[in-house]
């Protein structure tokens, strides 16, 4: 079948029942087309796949229910026609009705309807079709909110007025009422002459253009990367997609599996949040599978897997225009979308080949925003509270990401209610929208709770209502306390009146007792785990984090442009003025438009972008989210700043283009060198070209790629291991690509559901046999877990701090504490290797000058003909009493060279490229530095003079020695000589002699399951 079929189909899949279902929804609120079909694509991505998952539940009852493509089109069928059945009941069709005489028909209608209210609903469903102004709406309907605000005030006063007084007041009022919407009609009839003659000027629709273009180019630029994207170079995507071969294989989602973790008995929980898996899962079937092959190919599924991050990249950018535009109109919105476009951490975040659930995560974040701003600015349309709702579901339904929204929705509704109250303005719309919103929330929720995904079991909750749907209660609930209990209070004549001054007491009095709970009795339990459960993902807070690359700590005074940022977040002077500048602006005009216009987006954006920040200043993990906080926050500079220079005036028209065109720069200058990288890759994407030019972007998108040697150490695996045999002892980072690449079972993995395991693994490989871990040992370990196999390759050295630190903690010579305690004596939030225990398995390194003076050359005796530089023997961060001579043809060669005693002898020590650390300075002078290697000198392929004990660990002996006893190299086949030698060998696979531990037990296939696909599980 022809690729483009496929494509057509799965954008019909996703385009028709969304558009339906959102046309339904939204036609009836005077938001644009464009901005219903794009949420109409968001919902196509939502429902379908939600429909499925939840089919799954009723398998039990009937294998037709088990995951296949004809279901899922079968969904897509009923869900069209049931968003064609509602939008024909929702009356959405009737502007699309075409008329003979559509001018005339217009007057007519004008005529007869006498009800200028009516009038005026119609008009702006005309102007919402044809995508023009849609910011002068709101300005009116904002005006006639205010009006029947200030009408409702007045009337309130009159309680104790005569029916006389009432009814010239009323009649008054209606004149007013009359007169401001028949203006506004004649503002909006002007506003849709100018756009529905024959020769249209520009206008809105332009910009509409222009945000499909942005969206279809962020699309286009994320998709660069597919070539490599089979092979991207990562490890959690592949853990991810893993989930997506179970729906193929058994037809849902394992809740439990055996492909690693032996230790859990009965598996370690694998379902990852539906929606994503089961849209890859589709896009599979539709791509050409081959159910009748014997194993999923990985190939194909990572290829159609990897159209999900780019397409999120673009509705990214939809909704962080949709967030600005209902707030400061069209300008300010596609600034922020091409910032968003061309931010480097989002691209590179949201690329073909990190299909993970992270990019829907960060979409589905910004989408509940934006939705939720739609709903706060019009608490009476209820729709929007429901699209927030979904929106809200979306973050825990695609992804873990349910404690973010549901912070910050719970911080809005108080600090948005007690703002209410201090002002004295009306809260029954308030709490009936944000009563929807969680109502919406709460069924979804219901649905999935028993889906049992991971880290649900993690989610807390009061009485038994998990926190996604009990904290903004719980909010709501401490609001209406603040409100109604002084108003009871006086009704019952406790008090004598209710006052500004009498609220701040009682808030006094509410915070005080909120404490007391949360702190003091079972109710703070939840609130407890929330705190510790946030700070265990945003801190070092085990071992394990502080090892981990994208746990690795920022930092208020963080370079956020090299951290992905861009020009627009560079540090100056090593100094992040500009993301500071920033920060403090945004929240100095975001409070301002509280004070001064009551601002309910500025309260929102406030409680929003804080948390995202502060996760972003304190780990890397999070630069990805602030990055998109901050783009928002630029761009509500930016529009604040807009809405204070449009009071009038000629200074001000000046300072409102100024203020454009500074708009304009901000994007050129992060824009331009990141556009120059994308070109200059895609015009030659040789990965020599790319690196030589130190094109950062290129050498993501085309050059991050799992090597070859890994390749053929996996593809061994799955031609002589598999799903069916013992388990393969690795790093834990390599677990996911046993399982992906291998299609074997791990003993770790990078879920690390067990941290003592990765510790008790790191011990085992950094740990000496003088240390009680010797073969013996080893060997029974191995039959313990169901290993036969132990792999070892070249990237330990890189990441053997990672493995010192954690086998040191495994045998209590060291310890997170002590790692936090150093950190602070150098001012980082820790500080790793600094322990003896780590020192004492450090590998040495040698240091050679590089700028060279008598005293750095070695001085041998007279008759020696011999060159050598002098090079100094480092552990730890310390010099050693050790140097070594470095004889000149290592300089010549760069061969593998045996260094010289200071009598010109030849020692065991070694010297090698391969092992080449870079240069440094120390004390003003420059050294490049190499990790030592040291050759048996004793009995047994003992060595006895090494500065440490890595040169006796496990992974020295196996990895640069070729030897373990009691172990039998099985991969490479053509292992021919010692590594610290020739370093040919980047992966080595030993087998256990005398294993007797048994095969992991696996997932059976249901009897109605007709493919022969077999995966570990």
């Not at 502007?95 to 007519?108: D, H, V, Y």
């Not at 879920?751 to 490989?765: E, F, G, L, R």
């Amino acid at each position: 079948m022809p690729l483009i079929v496929p494509i057509l189909i799965g954008l019909i899949s996703i385009i028709l029942p969304g558009f339906f279902l959102a046309l339904a929804l939204l036609k009836k609120t005077n938001l644009p087309l464009f901005e219903i079909v794009a949420i109409g694509f968001i919902f196509g991505m939502i429902f379908p796949p939600t429909m499925i998952w939840l089919e799954s539940y009723l398998i039990p009852l009937s294998p037709i229910f088990a995951f296949s493509t004809g279901l899922y089109n079968v969904n897509v069928v009923i869900l069209t026609i049931v968003g064609i059945l509602l939008s024909v009941q929702q009356g959405a069709f009737s502007s699309f009705l075409p008329s003979a005489f559509p001018e005339n028909m217009s007057l007519i209608k004008k005529g007869m309807e006498k009800d200028y209210k009516k009038r005026i609903a119609s008009l702006r469903e005309r102007i919402s079709e044809l995508g023009t102004d849609i910011k002068v709406i709101k300005d009116h309907q904002k005006e006639e909110q205010a009006l029947m605000e200030r009408h409702r005030d007045e009337l309130a006063l009159l309680e104790n007025a005569g029916p006389e007084e009432k009814r010239k007041i009323m009649a008054a009022h209606a004149d007013q009422e009359r007169q401001l919407f028949e203006r506004h009609e004649a503002e909006e009839q002007q506003l849709v002459a100018s756009t529905s003659g024959e020769a249209p000027k520009p206008g809105i629709n332009v910009v509409w253009l222009a945000l499909l273009v942005i969206m279809v180019l962020t699309f286009a630029t994320r998709m660069l990367s597919i070539g490599i994207a089979p092979r991207y170079f990562e490890f959690d995507p592949y853990f991810d997609m893993i989930s997506t071969q179970y729906i193929l294989t058994y037809g849902f989602q394992l809740l439990t599996e055996h492909a690693a973790w032996p230790t859990l008995l009965n598996g370690t929980i694998h379902r990852i949040q539906p929606l994503v898996p089961y849209l890859e899962a589709y896009w599979y079937n539709l791509a050409g599978s081959n159910p009748a092959a014997s194993t999923v190919n990985t190939t194909l599924l990572s290829n159609v897997s990897s159209w999900y991050p780019p397409l999120t990249a673009a509705l990214l950018v939809f909704v962080v225009f949709m967030f600005l535009y209902h707030e400061y109109g069209e300008f300010v919105a596609l600034i922020g979308a091409g910032l968003a476009a061309v931010m480097p951490v989002l691209l590179t975040t949201f690329i073909a080949g990190e299909q993970l659930l992270e990019p829907w995560g960060i979409f589905a974040l910004i989408f509940f925003y934006s939705s939720y701003l739609l709903a706060v600015n019009n608490p009476k349309e209820l729709r929007f509270a429901v699209l927030a709702g979904i929106a809200f579901s979306s973050n825990f339904l695609g992804a873990h990401y349910y404690t973010v929204p549901a912070g910050i929705l719970s911080m809005y509704i108080v600090l948005q209610g007690l703002i209410h109250v201090f002002r004295d303005e009306k809260t029954k719309d308030f709490f009936r929208m944000n009563l929807v919103l969680i109502g919406i929330t709460a069924l979804f929720y219901v649905l999935y709770g028993p889906y049992n995904a991971t880290l649900a079991l993690r989610t807390p909750n009061i009485l038994g209502v998990p926190i996604i749907v009990s904290f903004p209660l719980a909010a709501l609930l401490f609001v209406a306390l603040f409100e109604y209990v002084p108003k009871l209070a006086k009704k019952r004549n406790m008090i004598n009146a209710v006052n500004r001054t009498l609220y701040i007491e009682w808030l006094v009095a509410l915070v005080i007792l909120s404490i007391m709970a949360i702190l003091f009795t079972p109710l703070g339990r939840p609130f407890q785990s929330y705190l510790a459960l946030s700070v265990k993902f945003t801190t070092p807070s085990s071992p394990l984090f502080m090892t981990v690359q994208e746990y690795a700590p920022t930092g208020v005074n963080y370079n956020f442009g090299a951290g992905g940022f861009g020009i627009i977040g560079e540090s100056i002077g090593g100094i992040s003025i500009i993301v500071w500048a920033v920060m403090i602006a945004f929240s100095v005009l975001e409070i301002l438009a509280i004070y001064q216009r009551n601002s309910k987006s500025s309260i929102l954006a406030i409680a929003g972008i804080w948390p995202l920040a502060i996760a972003g200043m304190i780990e890397a993990k999070y630069l990805p989210h602030f990055g998109i906080a901050y783009i928002i926050a630029i761009g509500i500079i930016l529009g604040e700043l807009g809405l204070y220079f449009s009071k009038g005036g000629v200074s001000n028209s000046k300072a409102k283009r100024y203020l454009a065109i500074a708009g304009v720069a901000i994007l050129a200058i992060e824009a331009l060198p990141v556009l120059f990288q994308l070109v200059t890759a895609a015009s030659n994407p040789s990965c020599a070209a790319i690196s030589q030019a130190g094109n950062q972007l290129g050498a993501v998108l085309y050059c991050n790629v799992v090597p070859n040697y890994w390749i053929s150490a996996t593809n061994w695996m799955k031609a002589n291991v598999g799903p069916y045999a013992p388990r393969i002892l690795a790093w834990w980072d390599y677990g996911d690509w046993i399982n992906w690449f291998g299609n074997s079972n791990a003993v770790i993995r990078g879920d690390n559901s067990v941290p003592t395991q990765d510790y008790k693994t790191a011990a085992y490989y950094v740990m000496t046999p003088n240390e009680g871990f010797n073969a013996t040992k080893l060997g029974a370990y191995m039959n313990s877990i169901q290993a036969k196999y132990m792999l070892l390759d070249n990237q330990l050295v890189p990441k053997w701090g990672a493995l010192d630190f954690l086998a040191c903690t495994y045998v209590n010579q060291t310890s997170e504490q002590y790692a936090l305690q150093q950190g602070r004596l150098y001012g980082l939030p820790f500080v790793l290797g600094t322990s003896g225990c780590e020192i004492r398995h450090d590998p040495a390194y040698i240091f050679i000058p590089i700028s060279q003076s008598i005293n750095s050359y070695c001085q041998f005796s007279s008759n020696s003909t011999a060159i050598a530089l002098k090079g100094i023997v480092i552990l730890g961060q310390s010099p050693t009493n050790i140097t070594y001579c470095v004889p000149q043809q290592f300089f010549k060669t760069g061969n593998a060279t045996f260094l010289l005693s200071a009598n010109g002898t030849r020692t065991n020590a070694i010297i090698t490229t391969a092992l080449y650390q870079g240069s440094t300075t120390v004390q003003g002078q420059q050294f490049v530095s190499f990790m030592l290697l040291y050759a048996p000198n004793g009995r047994n392929d003992t060595i006895t003079d090494a500065p440490s004990l890595f040169y006796n660990s496990t992974y020295y002996r196996g990895y640069f020695l070729g030897h373990l006893s009691g172990f039998s190299l099985a991969y490479p086949s053509n292992f021919t000589g010692i590594n610290y030698v020739n370093s040919t060998h980047d992966v080595l696979i030993y087998q256990y002699n005398n294993y007797t531990g048994g095969i992991p037990p696996h997932t059976q296939k249901p009897s109605w399951a007709t493919n022969n696909y077999s995966v570990p599980g």
